[in-house]
């Protein structure tokens, strides 16, 4: 990166099932004006939008941006769409920061959102493509499918997707604006729940939410204002092609590219010691030790291991996900967004209940495609 | 500072009835762009692809795309549901920020729906307008319309454009073509088919490596107005006239504009807006009227401007690209050859 930048407001919706109290630019606005009350800006200090949404057809509505630009109070200024897949929020959060790491804008807000209570994402995922044959997986019996091939090579324990689900349901119960949240879950009943796609269950698996998240990107400059920004240490986005001899949908090339760009941007050696909190996209609790192996955390075939030892847990080497993560809450295309904000928040003191403490240095992760889509940003409390 | 040049460009418009896939169309002008800037494709490491899954039909369209692009390693790669050049600007603004040393950007169109304008309905409020299903043509419609009324031109004017664009026919005859939506006639509309586009992008440093002549970017910008039409004056194009002031191009002179305009009207409300004070050549590429591969003709617009500095016709150009009903969301890109 060439210019600093630096996080100055978050913002999130309460995320649901269905918020059927607020339109798509009710639900946008909502999470854009807490990231605006929280930065203390206006409106008409934000010089440019960018809009982070996985695929349109999820509520079919076409190019969102030219809706939502006036929800967004962008109208005459630059408003841009960030997309790829289901890493969008990512997405949008990597393209903000390069609008400001370029000295193009000095002051950018970045939104993000999903209302799949509108629209049938399953059905929607699970269209015949022309000229292709009939693959009627969709998402959950691809990643069941990565899941099992992950136990094949690592040897991993079959409860091992229980403990990381209780883990990440447990911190949900911490997090105000998470959408899923069961006071008196237990190891045993993620053990007994439906069989969805072996070895994935379905309290593995993350719901289908609406929900909207914002962030405040600002310059040096502009973050020299505040107290206490999260400054942007290492931002990186990369993609590979799903269907190629060398793509590995367990431990993909372009998890281990991006990871190791962040890390060398941001000065990481061990990024298991010198993180002090991570969230990552884990849309079923089984993804959590093949994501910790891909993303530099644990060794080939160890990082069940860590999520067994309850490293990964409160008080471990390295909380992953304290906010609950995907199973509290999946608004698809903003849940990239609400991985880099919350690990913003943390590094700035001001996650709530689940606060990291001490937390100085996280790292926020956004997946999406056949495991082929990968963006992540490090923030951390001092300057880089 | 580093400074961005457009190396390369390759483009290809075909019937919409054409049956090759997306990386069929694309692959051969992805070849024809990298070998035409010399760029060698390990040297690319940012990568910007734009389409739209609802005109093609794909959920997830970028996938389709990857056979046609430099496979390995992973890039830094962006796909956006939305015209080629919005890929162009995000490609220049990684570059900018220094996220790598030459970018690919592609645009592809397949807009196999039965109604394409239909289906660009759905970038409308989907609560109050959508359901009424307003096509594209008749909304453009009204614009004209719009335009009529503001007594600054004229539907011969409209004719005007459209001989110059079609390369031919006569003003008499084409005002009496029946309207298609008045005061729109079939001809003042884009023929709307199937294309793709592919940009190399490169810093001065390997830009300066290949012999060929860049095309500088000087200036790149876009602007979004509202959606409401009715909170809008159609006739104008304030987003154009503020994004030509943001890069330059107002009050200034170019060898080439190309201006994406799918209906003759828009051409000149654009070239109004954007206030050039001297445009040698309009649209030499022909404009978005004859083709229109819908989500590429804006890529295609900027690439031309480029390829008249590239081949040594033009020392300034400007390209624009529009997405969005009756203007809504407007691009230009200013280039340069050095001196």
């Given amino acids: 990166m060439t210019g600093r930048c630096a996080v100055v407001g978050v913002g999130q919706t309460h995320h649901a099932a269905a918020r059927r109290d607020v339109t798509l630019s009710g639900l946008v606005r909502e999470a854009a004006e807490m990231a605006l009350l929280d930065a203390e800006v206006g409106w008409g200090e934000i010089e440019a939008v960018v809009l982070g949404k996985a695929p349109d057809i999820l509520e079919g509505l076409m190019s969102p941006e030219l809706h939502l630009v006036d929800a967004l109070a962008a109208a005459g200024k630059p408003v841009f769409r960030a997309y790829t897949s289901g890493n969008a929020g990512g997405m949008a959060a990597s393209m903000g920061v390069s609008l400001v790491a370029a000295g193009v804008h000095s002051r950018v807000l970045v939104v993000a959102f999903e209302k799949q209570s509108e629209g049938g994402s399953a059905g929607a995922t699970l269209q015949h493509v022309p000229f292709e044959a009939r693959w009627q997986g969709g998402t959950g019996s691809l990643f069941g499918a990565i899941c099992r091939e992950y136990i094949a090579r690592s040897h991993a324990p079959a409860h091992i997707g229980d403990v990381a689900a209780l883990k990440d349901r447990q911190n949900a119960l911490l997090n105000a604006y998470a959408q899923v949240r069961r006071p008196d879950i237990t190891l045993e009943q993620i053990a007994a729940s439906r069989m969805l796609w072996d070895p994935i269950r379905l309290l593995h698996s993350s719901p289908s939410s609406d929900g909207a998240c914002a962030v405040v990107l600002g310059n040096e400059q502009v973050a020299a204002r505040y107290d206490r920004p999260a400054w942007v240490h290492g931002c990186a986005v990369r993609t590979e092609p799903p269907v190629s001899p060398q793509h590995d949908n367990v431990n993909p090339e372009c998890g281990r590219h991006c990871a190791r760009a962040v890390y060398r941007q941001a000065g990481i050696e061990d990024p298991l010691r010198d993180l002090d909190v991570a969230e990552l996209f884990v849309p079923y609790s089984w993804m959590e030790p093949l994501l910790l192996e891909n993303l530099g955390f644990a060794s080939s075939g160890q990082g069940w291991r860590l999520i067994d030892e309850g490293a990964t847990a409160f008080g471990g080497v390295l909380p992953v996900n304290p906010s609950g993560g995907l199973l509290g809450a999946n608004p698809i295309g903003a849940a990239g967004l609400v991985r880099f904000a919350e690990s913003a928040m943390q590094v700035r003191g001001a996650a709530g209940l689940h606060q990291i403490d001490g937390a100085r240095l996280a790292v926020g992760h956004a997946a999406g495609g056949y495991s082929n889509c990968v963006a992540m940003w490090v923030v951390g409390c001092d300057p880089p | ?339």
């Fill in chain 2, 1 to 339: 500072m580093t400074r961005v040049g457009v190396v390369g460009f390759a483009s290809e418009v075909v019937s919409a009835s054409d049956d090759r896939n997306d990386a069929e169309l694309l692959a051969p002008v992805v070849d024809r762009a990298l070998e035409a800037s010399r760029v060698s494709p390990t040297d690319i490491e940012v990568v910007g692809t734009a389409g739209s899954e609802f005109l093609n039909g794909v959920v997830g369209g970028v996938m389709g795309a990857f056979d046609a692009l430099p496979g390995w390693p992973p890039r830094a790669h962006s796909h956006l549901e939305a015209d080629g050049a919005f890929a162009l600007y995000e490609s220049w603004v990684r570059l900018m920020a220094g996220e790598g040393r030459a970018a690919l950007v592609c645009a592809f169109s397949r807009p196999l729906a039965h109604d394409p304008l239909s289906v660009l309905a759905l970038q409308l409020d989907p609560y109050l307008v959508q359901p009424v299903r307003p096509d594209a043509t008749s909304l453009a419609a009204l614009q004209a319309r719009a335009l009529v009324d503001s007594g600054r031109y004229r539907e011969s004017d409209f004719a005007t454009v459209v001989t110059a664009r079609r390369g031919g026919g006569d003003v008499d005859d084409l005002l009496r073509d029946p309207y298609i939506a008045s005061p729109l006639r079939p001809l003042d509309c884009s023929t709307v088919c199937s294309g793709a586009a592919a940009m190399v992008l490169a810093v001065d440093e390997v830009a300066g490596r290949s012999e060929g002549r860049p095309a500088w970017i000087t200036g790149i910008g876009h602007r979004m107005e509202r959606q409401s039409l009715g909170a809008r004056d159609l006739s104008m194009s304030p987003s154009t006239s503020a994004v030509s002031t943001d890069v330059g191009l107002s009050g200034s002179a170019v060898d080439v504009l190309e201006v994406h305009a799918p209906y003759s009207h828009q051409e000149l409300i654009l070239v109004e807006a954007m206030s050039a004070a001297e445009i040698d050549r309009l649209n030499p590429s022909g404009g978005a009227l004859p083709a229109d591969p819908v989500m590429a003709t804006g890529l295609i617009r900027i690439g031309s401007a480029a390829a008249a500095i590239t081949s040594g016709q033009a020392h300034r150009a400007a390209g624009h690209a529009t997405n969005g009903a009756c203007l809504q969301h407007n691009l230009i890109c200013l280039m340069e050859a050095d001196r």
